[in-house]
């Protein structure tokens, strides 16, 4: 019997990048997003969600992981960040996730065992200018998911993916143009961006059995940018 997922968002960029993987691996998919069309169109059933305003949702009786990929990205000086700015940044990165984590809490503790993985960002381990917002708001889904592997355990993993700067939709402002990229690829020690491909196969990982000894930890898929200096 196939595993079944509740992917949480993923209508672009690392989400999609993982919908398309784990459904190449015979992973049986459920969706909750705000934009269903990219989803549906890889034949994947999508119920409407709204990170700001979760609403309800119809799960299966039993669901072996979970996904949370609504995210923001929030760059103000901080005397520019109104409070708005930084509930904003909250709801949607962690208090959306506790609306979806807390629903398909009795199909997850339904499975034998279950898997969920929510996003960080390199901003929480390594300062960044103008990033105050958004990394508050991950600094507290970090904590999240450090306090949940501990209640949920043995038989609810909980894990979370704190990526550097990834080539998507979400950062598109941030690599509009070739001298963008490059400038970005060479803040990282392996002077490159992130790649979604790359970080859905992590997420995939994390979801798995291969994955069965790991729980509250966070995983740096950040090109060694938030660890080493090569210079």
């Known amino acids: 019997m196939s595993r079944k997922i509740l992917i949480v968002g993923g209508n672009s960029g690392i989400g ?19 934009t269903p069309e990219p989803l549906e169109a890889i034949g994947i059933p999508v119920q409407p969600f709204d990170a700001l305003k979760p609403s309800a949702l119809t799960l299966p009786p ?50 034998p065992s279950a898997s969920i ?13 103008f990033h105050a917002s958004i990394a508050a708001a991950k600094a507290a889904v970090e904590g999240l998911s450090r306090s949940l592997a501990a209640e949920l355990a043995p038989k609810i993993r909980v894990n979370a993916i704190a990526p550097s700067l990834t080539e998507t939709p979400l950062a598109s402002t941030l690599l509009n143009s070739d001298a963008k990229k490059d400038a ?48």
């Open 117 to 129: 993985v929510l996003f960080s960002t390199i901003a929480v381990a390594q300062g960044l200018a």
């Open 184 to 231: 970005s690829a060479k803040r990282h020690p392996l002077q490159q961006v992130g790649d979604p491909a790359d970080i859905a196969q992590l997420v995939a990982y994390l979801l798995s059995d291969a994955s069965k000894f790991l729980t509250g930890q966070v995983l740096r898929p950040d090109g060694g940018l938030s660890s080493i200096r090569t210079f």
């Open 62 to 111: 039993v669901l072996d992981g979970l996904v949370y990929f609504p995210g923001t990205i929030t760059l103000k000086p901080f005397h520019r960040l109104t409070e708005e700015d930084f509930l904003n940044d909250y709801r949607i990165n962690c208090l959306g996730a506790v609306a979806v984590i807390q629903a398909a809490l009795p199909a997850l503790k339904a499975a």
């Open 16 to 34: 999609l990048a993982t919908a398309e993987l784990l459904l190449s691996q015979g992973v049986s998919l459920v969706a909750a997003a705000r």
